[in-house]
């Protein structure tokens, strides 16, 4: 299999995630509450170089075009396999959370709480799935631009599950406050603790 088609099978996984959301984006409640105009912005530009940084071709540049990987095809495959396993977690994540979903971040009309499915171990499992995708595209990229591309997505959607769980918290309370006790923030939690793992804000 040459390195060519090896990327475009690394892509299919990214057409399936975004033919999916395309599919379901209109099939969720009215808003009753969003997060401000200027978080949403910086977000967006933060994924959109970072997504630029992967699969574009402008970036490959000084550092950028430098290999932090050899050109092995095993971690290119092992990089297309975890692109699967995460757009397969996003879109399961999607499909749970359904009329409550939003691309920024808001409160639906009777929202609530979901617990099933990768909600009942993680709270933002569909930041997981896209970041453990964007991993896989940086193996099988294996240049520097990879790496800063995983490390702007994971800053980017971090500010922005903070940001979900404080508006979360001001809507359910101690609802909420139990079930971030008892799940992880991107990834499982494997030993329970009575600590938070993220800082929230109720105002």
């Not at 299999?1 to 690394?10: N, V």
């Not at 971040?105 to 930041?127: C, F, N």
Request: net charge positive.
């Amino acid at each position: 299999m040459s390195s060519l088609t090896i990327w475009r099978t690394a892509l299919i996984p990214w057409m399936a995630f975004g033919a999916y959301w395309a599919s379901s984006a209109l099939r969720v409640k009215r808003t009753k509450e969003r997060e401000k105009s200027l978080d949403r912005v910086i977000t967006l530009v933060v994924v959109a170089v970072a997504f630029s940084l992967l699969f574009g071709q402008w970036p490959r540049i000084g550092l950028l075009q430098r290999r932090f990987l050899p050109r092995d095809a095993w971690i290119a495959y092992a990089g297309v396999a975890l692109s699967f396993l995460g757009a397969g977690i996003a879109i399961w994540a999607r499909h749970c959370i359904g009329e409550y979903w939003s691309a920024r971040v808001t409160l639906k009309e009777g929202h609530q709480l979901i617990r099933s499915g990768p909600y009942a171990s993680v709270r933002h499992p569909i930041y997981t799935g896209m970041l453990i995708a964007c991993i896989g595209t940086a193996l099988v990229v294996g240049e520097w631009r990879g790496v800063f591309a995983v490390a702007l997505l994971l800053a980017a959607h971090s500010r922005k599950a903070v940001r979900e769980e404080s508006m979360l918290t001001r809507e359910f309370g101690e609802e909420y406050t139990a079930y971030r006790q008892s799940t992880g923030f991107l990834f499982p939690r494997f030993l329970p603790r009575a600590a938070m793992d993220t800082p929230v804000s109720r105002t």
